[in-house]
């Protein structure tokens, strides 16, 4: 099993840069297959960026893509998402996620979350 816990969200203005963290506890961080996801007011969760275990797989959603940029630190635990050039459709809680083994876009593949950190883009 392993623990999560977001940070780094925060308000800010349309244009700016923010990174998130994700830090892992329990289980080896290194056999998970880690995700981003987020869910804005009255919307459904959606997929944002997952990596791999070895950070060879990262695919993005159509809207990530190009702006953020997901990374994993496995010495340290910590899984990342810098996000540049945030507008306010970006605004939403952000979730880290994991999985063993497998790399997917799919909420429901994912075993484990954290409690998730605000982000909200003013313009």
């Known amino acids: 099993q392993v623990q999560l816990v977001e940070s780094g969200g925060g308000l800010v203005q349309a244009g700016d840069s923010l990174r998130l963290s994700c830090a892992a506890s329990?289980?080896?961080?290194?056999?998970?297959?880690m995700g981003w996801f987020r869910q804005a007011p009255g919307k459904e969760r959606e997929f944002v960026a997952a990596?791999?275990?070895?950070?060879?797989?990262?695919p993005y959603s159509d809207s990530a893509k190009g702006r953020f940029t997901i990374y994993r630190d496995n010495a340290k635990k910590t899984l990342y998402l810098q996000m540049n050039s945030l507008t306010p459709p970006d605004t939403a809680v952000y979730y880290c996620?994991?999985?063993?083994?497998?790399?997917?876009?799919?909420?429901?593949?994912?075993?484990?979350w954290g409690q998730g950190t605000q982000v909200t883009v003013s313009s």
């Open positions: 996620a994991a999985e063993l083994l497998l790399t997917t876009t799919l909420a429901k593949n994912y075993a484990y």
């Open positions: 329990g289980r080896t961080f290194s056999d998970y297959a």
């Open positions: 990596i791999s275990q070895s950070s060879d797989d990262t």
